[in-house]
């Protein structure tokens, strides 16, 4: 079994669900007391929202770069970015990672050509809405991926950072 990495805090709440899916797949496969092995590096989230409004994608590919080279030196044998908005640099820091990386864009793309979805909606940051990361691994595999219109994503936005900011979000 692989030691897992993931770059979290990014936001905290998706570090959770990803730790308890993982634990949650893995016990469905395995009956005993076993549990998969998982470095998580919680990254600061204001850390990655002024690198993001500065829209600095060598300084975000530099910034999770550091943070998968962390990962790998404490034992990770592969590493996902537990959030999608990082993923716009993805390629990049994949190509420098020294260790396998998962991304979320391919697995979901996968799984919903598995479904034979054509169509599909995307909600997340503005920076996931406006970018095209997540939309052309989609096209390229003849399904469409559809946001809000412009209130509306400014909306999703702002909701995404007040609720995390005023610690509402729950289960």
Same mark, same amino acid.
């Given at each position: $079994?692989?030691? @897992?990495? #993931?770059?979290?805090?990014?936001?905290p709440e998706s570090t959770l669900d990803y730790y308890k899916l993982i @634990?949650?797949?893995?016990?469905?496969?395995?009956?005993?007391?076993? &549990?998969? %092995? =998982?470095? @998580?590096?919680?990254?600061?989230?204001?850390?990655? $929202?002024?690198?993001?409004?500065?829209?600095?994608?060598?300084?975000?590919? !530099?910034?999770?770069?550091? +943070?998968?080279?962390?990962?790998?030196?404490?034992?990770?044998?592969?590493?996902? =970015?537990?959030?999608?908005?990082?993923?716009?640099?993805?390629? +990049?820091?994949?190509?420098?990672?020294? =260790?396998? $990386?998962?991304?979320?864009?391919?697995?979901? /793309? +996968?799984?919903?050509?598995? &479904?034979? *979805?054509? /169509?599909?909606?995307?909600?997340?940051?503005? *920076?996931? $809405?406006?970018?095209?990361? *997540?939309k052309k691994p989609f096209e390229d595999n003849e399904m469409a991926v559809?946001?809000? %219109? /412009?209130?509306?994503?400014?909306?999703?936005?702002? /909701?995404? *950072?007040?609720? #995390? %900011?005023?610690?509402? =979000? +729950? !289960?």
């Amino acid at each position: $079994m692989k030691r @897992i990495g #993931i770059i979290g805090g990014i936001g905290p709440e998706s570090t959770l669900d990803y730790y308890k899916l993982i @634990i949650g797949a893995f016990h469905k496969k395995q009956a005993d007391l076993s &549990c998969p %092995e =998982i470095i @998580i590096y919680s990254a600061n989230l204001a850390d990655l $929202m002024k690198i993001l409004e500065a829209k600095d994608w060598e300084g975000l590919t !530099d910034w999770l770069l550091a +943070k998968v080279i962390s990962l790998h030196k404490a034992g990770a044998e592969f590493a996902v =970015i537990g959030s999608n908005t990082p993923h716009i640099v993805f390629d +990049k820091v994949n190509s420098g990672s020294p =260790i396998p $990386m998962l991304s979320i864009v391919e697995e979901t /793309r +996968k799984n919903a050509q598995k &479904c034979g *979805f054509k /169509r599909l909606g995307l909600l997340g940051t503005e *920076f996931t $809405m406006e970018s095209d990361f *997540f939309k052309k691994p989609f096209e390229d595999n003849e399904m469409a991926v559809v946001v809000p %219109e /412009r209130q509306d994503r400014e909306l999703i936005h702002h /909701r995404l *950072f007040s609720e #995390i %900011e005023l610690g509402i =979000i +729950k !289960d």
